[in-house]
């Protein structure tokens, strides 16, 4: 953590795995955005990195399939209260 930022990096040995992270170590009451950066064989780029971008808060559970040798990085980045929400 640096600041109101939350990092998180996953690595894969020799066998793909399935992440399952509960991220009740987010502040309560925020709404975090999520920026994956993940492996994507189908990524017409040298590295093969996509991303994208979740709405997660400390009662949401990470959910990824991480492919055998390869890993994933996120980034949380706090956004507005829940309170702010929109219904």
Known sequence: KKGELWYLGVLAGTEPYKLSLKLDF???GTIYNATI????TLVNS???VSIRELDLTRQSVL???ILKQNGLAVIFTPTRS?????D
């Open 46 to 48: 040298p590295t093969k």
């Open 82 to 86: 829940e309170a702010q929400a929109p």
């Open 37 to 40: 950066f993940y492996h994507d």
């Open 26 to 28: 987010l502040d309560k």
């Open 63 to 65: 959910q990824e399939n």
